[in-house]
């Protein structure tokens, strides 16, 4: 490496960049970021033990990326109120954005929803060729979170296409830990068992393509960014946090599932939403429009 280094022309002092390089970072963000890149580590392991063993672990992969979107949501925060935000705990959470929420959970796709459809069916070919459009799925789904990430790096306060109420409050398109979510969400409602009727794993499929899609939309999706913790919120709030926590404490299966489809369907929601506002209040003709009617 040093080698390849001589060629490389050292930079000017006038050529380097404004900003002075420090050396270090904040701790206590970075290691939730850490923890965020260990759970991604971690569902692949489940996930290639799943295929190997038991299923159960498949539902452990899942598990893991639910708690690393639960800390996906920490690390920022807790950056923002310490204020120990820098360019590099952005940048290495993105890094670990594309592990946990991107690379594990397309591996989780494949590997549970195609890999075990049983051959005995009308066409013995069918399950091969699932399982080859499984991966194709997969793959569509890292593209699609990684430039997803691209995009909101890139973007200063994104603001979606469709009108009504844009701003900090909504993302544009559905944020990759919601699409990791939902993978996860489904493999944890089944406990790890993996499909093995051919219908089903095509219906797998098909939610693999649209949470991808909705990545790369301009739909909008809530940012619960509104919800500030070190300001005075409403008593009610603390009740809703404290039955949301029981009832994932106590029925984690269902609520997860109930609670990652509703936030994914939100988005077309909001924008079929859009779409039949904009039919009944059309705009107005522009003076052109209107003198060639005239």
Do not use: C
Request: a positive charge; glycine letters at 8%.
């Amino acid at each position: 490496m040093e080698e390849e280094r001589e060629h490389y022309p050292r930079r000017r002092k006038e050529d380097r960049p404004s900003g002075r390089f420090r050396k270090g970072m904040y701790v206590l963000p970075s290691l939730f970021t850490t923890a965020n890149m260990y759970l991604g580590f971690y569902a692949l392991q489940q996930v290639t033990q799943g295929s190997l063993a038991e299923h159960w672990h498949f539902d452990h992969a899942a598990i893991a990326i639910g708690f690393a979107v639960l800390f996906d949501g920490l690390d920022g925060r807790i950056a923002r109120m310490t204020g120990t935000t820098s360019d590099f705990g952005r940048e290495l959470d993105s890094l670990a954005d594309v592990i946990t929420f991107g690379v594990a959970p397309a591996f989780l796709a494949w590997m549970w929803g195609f890999r075990n459809i049983s051959p005995y069916i009308s066409y013995p070919d069918m399950p091969v060729k699932l399982a080859h459009l499984g991966a194709i799925a997969g793959f569509l789904f890292l593209i699609a979170g990684a430039s997803r990430l691209a995009r909101f790096n890139i973007t200063v306060n994104p603001q979606p296409s469709n009108p009504g109420r844009p701003g900090r409050k909504y993302f544009v398109g559905m944020p990759i830990p919601a699409g990791a979510g939902v993978i996860a969400a489904v493999v944890h409602f089944t406990g790890g068992d993996p499909p093995e009727w051919w219908l089903t794993a095509v219906v797998w499929l098909a939610v693999i393509v649209v949470a991808a899609y909705l990545m790369v939309s301009t739909w909008r999706f809530y940012s619960f960014k509104d919800i500030h913790f070190r300001s005075r919120q409403p008593f009610r709030l603390i009740v809703i946090f404290g039955l949301l926590f029981g009832a994932i404490w106590l029925f984690s299966r269902p609520v997860l599932f109930g609670m990652a489809l509703i936030y994914m369907f939100s988005g077309v929601f909001w924008r079929l939403q859009w779409v039949f506002r904009r039919r009944r209040n059309p705009r107005p003709p522009t003076y052109t429009e209107a003198s060639q009617i005239s």
